[in-house]
């Protein structure tokens, strides 16, 4: 029997037999055999000369790969995900779990997998949501939310807008379902339902968590969907009316944490842009770089950038950002500023002045690939 045939043979027997790990060693020794190493030790990367590295780093990632789908077709997610990391394969795992049914006993490594892991985001917040409740959704969220990519947190953020509308809009018809003889239509949005309702506010409390629907407005930040940002502003002008007492105060430049957000997804919506601005410039005059941090300058530049003033956003940058500063992944880069005005000529005075070689670089080679992708 030649070593290619007892290694099919050895492979064919512990799949069958369900002996996946070991499956994954045979197939390690296998390739260090074709390479005429050692079957017992296994090498150092490193230590290997070219094109043997290159080689065994494939064989070990297909060697992943064939592991990983079996076990994933064996239903052992967590086990899968071992070696389906290392192979990259991430899409297989989100496929995978975009075909798995929560239930009490697998709920908790579901969403390990889905949201810790990184694999599907939005999925697996969902299910924390519906799993633990908002409240401890919320505080893994706030907990989360610096370790998260941009799309990443708009993705529980759309999660979360969805839930605590959905939650909101069924407690006011209900309501007014009681004072009314007619509850209100299903799809009616909390606009509509709070609109000539004065006397749903009579009563000093919320239809919701009011600890969560300010968390949930102070989230919603990082949406720019229309239809999302619509449902977020539905949520800020209901906690506008609400009794003093449960609107929460916010940091600069949200201290007024509801009117502030109203101007701020009224602009993101393009409505009532003008009045925004000036909103967001004076609290960004008043703030104190010190004591409030980058954030007020920041919320203008987003603000500009998505209401089409990218320029002016660039002048500020250069005039109000120190060189040094540390911007939230929440603020628009200088780079995205260019790109939207146009204006490279001010990107590289701005970036020569603060002796940025590298952002120059960045700022060439981005030109050249947006001429590239404008010629194709």
């Known amino acids: 029997m030649s070593t290619d045939e007892l290694f099919s043979r050895l492979a064919h ?5 369900g002996r996946w790990h070991e499956l994954f060693e045979a197939r390690l020794v296998e390739a260090r055999s074709r390479l005429g190493l050692s079957l017992t030790d296994s090498p150092s990367l490193d230590d290997l000369p070219e094109p043997a590295r290159t080689t065994l780093e494939n064989d070990y990632t297909a060697a992943c790969r064939e592991v990983g789908g079996l076990l994933l077709d064996a239903g052992r997610l967590r086990e899968a995900w071992r070696y389906l990391r290392p192979a990259g394969e991430k ?6 779990l975009a075909r798995s049914v929560p239930t009490t006993e697998n709920i908790e490594p579901l969403i390990e997998l889905a949201l810790y892991e990184g694999v599907d985001v939005e999925r697996g917040y969902g299910w924390m949501l519906g799993h633990l409740g908002t409240c401890n959704a919320i505080t893994t969220l706030e ?24 939650e909101l809009r069924e407690n006011l018809r209900n309501h007014i379902g009681r004072q009314e003889p007619t509850k209100p239509a299903a799809r009616a949005t909390v606009t509509e339902l709070m609109e000539g309702r004065d006397w749903l506010f009579e009563v000093q409390a919320s239809h919701v968590d009011a600890s969560h629907l300010a968390a949930t407005v102070r989230f919603a930040r990082v949406l720019t969907v229309p239809p999302l940002v619509e449902l977020a502003l539905g949520l800020a002008e209901y906690g506008a009316r609400l009794d003093t007492t449960l609107q929460y105060a916010g940091e600069a430049p949200f201290e007024d944490l509801y009117e502030s957000h109203r101007h701020f997804f009224l602009a ?32 203008l530049l987003v603000l500009l950038e998505r209401t089409g003033h990218a320029q002016e956003a660039m002048e500020i940058f250069a005039r109000e950002i120190p060189a040094d500063a540390q911007l939230s992944p929440f603020a628009p880069r200088l780079l995205d500023l260019a790109a939207k005005s146009g204006d490279w000529e ?24 947006l001429g590239a992708a404008e010629r194709h």
């Open 13 to 17: 027997e512990l799949a069958a037999a």
């Open 91 to 96: 899409r297989m795992m989100r496929a995978a």
């Open 143 to 166: 907990g989360l939310a610096h370790q998260l990519s941009h799309e990443d947190l708009a993705a529980c953020a759309t999660v979360l807008v969805r839930h605590v509308d959905r």
């Open 268 to 299: 993101t919506l393009g409505r009532e842009v003008p009045a925004a601005l000036d909103y967001f410039r004076a609290r960004a005059d008043e703030s104190d770089l010190a004591s409030d941090g980058t954030a007020p300058l920041e919320t």
């Open 346 to 369: 001010r990107y590289e005075t701005i970036l020569t002045d603060r002796d940025d070689p590298v952002g120059l670089a960045i700022g060439v080679v981005h030109r050249q690939q």
